[in-house]
């Protein structure tokens, strides 16, 4: 027979179990539901950011032709496709001819590659006969400008960090197209003004005298 102490301690005990389960149940729950809700985020990241940035390759002649009037440019790498936002571009500057006038950047960082001929490299004072295999770091604030004084084109590949200058180009490119320039004067005039809403200083007052002519009117 059974004490009403026992009988007590057996009732208590049974709805102290059963107070018990479902507080157990409702945070394993819980835990269960947040294992489910964020287990797949690192997956959605990864998956993202291979959309974003996947491994390209670009075949010669599969570039983009960026129509300005500098020099034969060819984008063939947009910074939307580098997680570093770098673009690279293909410069051909036609033999002695003016590549860039004097100018600076205030928000990206230029690096010049040569691949072919010889490229005068202008950095304030100096300037730099850059032959194949050159490498010159044309940082942000520096004033610089390049020519091809050569009776050969010079080939060039270019580097410039994130800031947006593939908007400056497509920008030129707008606005020659829409409205074609009365001659050179109004080109420059309107590629200067179009700069400037970019971040980019034009001097063309700091051509040397000397390479001039390779900057005139063709």
Not at 93 to 106: E, F, I, R
């Amino acid at each position: 027979m059974c004490s009403p102490h026992a009988g007590a301690r057996a009732s208590t005990g049974r709805a102290h179990r059963a107070s018990l389960s479902p507080s157990r149940n409702r945070g394993t729950g819980r835990r269960s539901m947040g294992r489910g809700r964020f287990a797949a985020i690192p997956m959605l990241l990864l998956a993202t950011a291979a959309v974003a940035h996947e491994p390209r390759v670009v075949a010669p002649g599969d570039g983009q032709p960026v129509p300005v009037p500098f020099h034969e440019t060819t984008l063939l790498l947009s910074e939307s496709d580098s997680a570093a936002g770098v673009s690279v571009y293909e410069f051909v500057v036609a033999p002695m001819s003016g590549g860039a006038p004097p100018h600076q950047h205030s928000q990206e960082d230029e690096f010049a590659y040569v691949l072919d001929g010889t490229l005068t490299l202008m950095f304030g004072d100096r300037t730099v006969e850059a032959g194949p295999g050159t490498l010159a770091a044309l940082n942000r604030g520096t004033v610089h400008a390049f020519w091809n004084a050569t009776d050969q084109p010079v080939r060039t590949l270019f580097f410039v960090s994130r800031g947006g200058f593939e908007r400056f180009f497509d920008a030129v490119a707008v606005s020659l197209r829409e409205e074609p320039p009365a001659d050179a004067a109004d080109a420059n005039a309107r590629v200067a003004e179009i700069a400037a809403a970019h971040g980019i200083d034009i001097r063309p007052e700091l051509i040397p005298e000397s390479v001039l002519p390779l900057y005139a009117p063709k």
